[in-house]
């Protein structure tokens, strides 16, 4: 018997902008994870009928609409912050797409580890060079002690 339960008590945000198949790759990749989130909440700015559209055929009950009146990624995670059931929200764009075990790895690790800030490994899709705030270094580092910037980037965290 597995020690993981049906569904991750975890919320997913994401924020788009009206560009419906990188979000469609994001939504079947996040549906394709074990356990799944307990919800999905797409917070859209763009108002596009064809993300309702698509949010409508997305998932089921756990995948919502959250429409988002303003611009910016920043403003856009936030709504999605705030209009979250669960108590553990992870953050990811609509042009990206998880491993199956993302947040099932994610829920662990932020169950064993109260109160951290968690992300993963990104990879750019296509040219690397194309996205200058990539890192490679799949190694785990702690800056519990310490303070410094460029560590943490919005996507996948």
């Known amino acids: 018997m597995s020690k993981t339960p049906h569904v991750a008590p975890v919320a997913v945000a994401i924020p788009t902008i009206g560009r419906a198949e990188p979000l469609r790759r994001c939504l079947d990749s ?11 909440l797409v917070v859209d ?3 596009d009928p064809a993300i309702a559209a698509l949010v409508a ?7 919502r609409l959250v429409p988002s ?9 936030n709504d999605g912050l705030r ?15 998880v491993s199956s075990d993302w947040v099932g790895t994610a ?3 932020a169950s064993a580890h109260p109160g951290a800030i968690l992300t993963g490994r990104v990879l750019a899709v296509g040219d690397p060079r194309a ?6 270094d799949p190694l785990p580092v702690d800056l519990s002690s310490e303070r410094r910037g460029g560590w943490l980037f919005g996507n996948n965290m």
């Open 83 to 97: 209009a979250a059931c669960e108590h553990l929200v992870l953050v990811t764009d609509d042009d990206c797409t």
């Open 131 to 136: 996205v200058p705030s990539t890192k490679d």
């Open 69 to 77: 009146h303003g611009l910016g990624v920043a403003r856009a995670r």
């Open 107 to 109: 829920w662990r690790l």
């Open 45 to 47: 700015q763009s108002h």
């Open 57 to 63: 055929d997305g998932g089921g009950d756990r995948v």
């Open 30 to 40: 996040l549906n394709a994870c074990d356990p799944p989130p307990a919800e999905i």
